[in-house]
């Protein structure tokens, strides 16, 4: 097991060596994306919602309650996103993930060390968020803090069987399908922008049982503080499971593509 630990490292470092040399080209979705989004949604689009009243959103400006969401949905387009063309480059155009199954690396653990530059990525991109979150004045108070994780968690939970998926695709054409039919319906329609009550009651089990409901709901409940243990438990639970889904099922579509 740690000789394990020690291989998805290794893997780790090659991650981290090709982003040295490529950050500068994730400026825009790091920063300047939520700069845009906090900026035009919230303060500019805020303004007409909060003229309104805002009995509906908990008494909070549309700011504060519309940033906690994004912060969640940025992390699920970060874990999608990192997990669907780089991988399919890497086994199918690169092949640098055919070259590490040439080395004592198992195909387990190049999709561990994968996983684990994701996670530091989604670390990076959601703190940066979490920052402009503050400059914007969107911050009630440090507690915040512990939407960092959740929303880490909620971008891993996408990530994961993304990946698992990802590996055992031999053209991006699926991948447009994800991006157009998963991803943008599940930003517009899981609470990010207004809560989920709003929706026709047919369509609100739908939002439940998404992953993205989930992440909103927790970043949320923790930045505005009305977040209820039993509700923790139930949506950190749920994001735990899709998660831990995700991995198993990778460590085998990696086996299957990558075993030598």
Request: charged share 10%; net charge positive.
């Amino acid at each position: 097991m740690a000789a394990s630990g020690v291989l998805a490292v290794r893997e780790l470092r090659f991650w981290l060596t090709d982003y040295r040399r490529t950050w500068r080209g994730t400026i825009y979705s790091s920063v300047i994306n939520p700069m845009l989004y906090l900026g035009a949604m919230g303060v500019g689009l805020g303004t007409l919602v909060d003229k309104h009243g805002t009995a509906h959103l908990g008494g909070v400006s549309y700011l504060t309650f519309l940033a906690p969401g994004l912060l969640a949905a940025a992390a699920m387009q970060s874990g999608i996103g990192q997990c669907s063309y780089p991988i399919l480059g890497s086994v199918k155009w690169n092949r640098n993930y055919q070259a590490a199954a040439a080395s004592p690396l198992r195909p387990g653990d190049i999709f561990h060390g994968h996983q684990l530059f994701v996670t530091m990525r989604l670390l990076m991109n959601c703190g940066i968020f979490l920052a402009v979150m503050a400059a914007f004045g969107a911050v009630r108070s440090p507690a915040v803090i512990f939407a960092l994780p959740a929303a880490m968690l909620t971008g891993l939970a996408f990530a994961a069987p993304v990946e698992a998926w990802a590996i055992t695709q031999n053209s991006d054409r699926g991948f447009s399908v994800v991006f157009r039919f998963v991803m943008i319906p599940l930003f517009l329609f899981s609470g990010t922008f207004f809560p989920v009550t709003q929706l026709p009651a047919w369509l609100r089990p739908v939002a439940y049982a998404t992953p993205l409901w989930h992440g909103v709901a927790l970043c949320r409940g923790i930045s505005l503080g009305t977040l209820t243990v039993g509700d923790a438990f139930l949506h950190t639970g749920y994001l735990v499971v899709v998660t831990v889904a995700g991995l198993v099922v990778g460590q085998r579509t990696y086996r299957r593509r990558l075993h030598a």
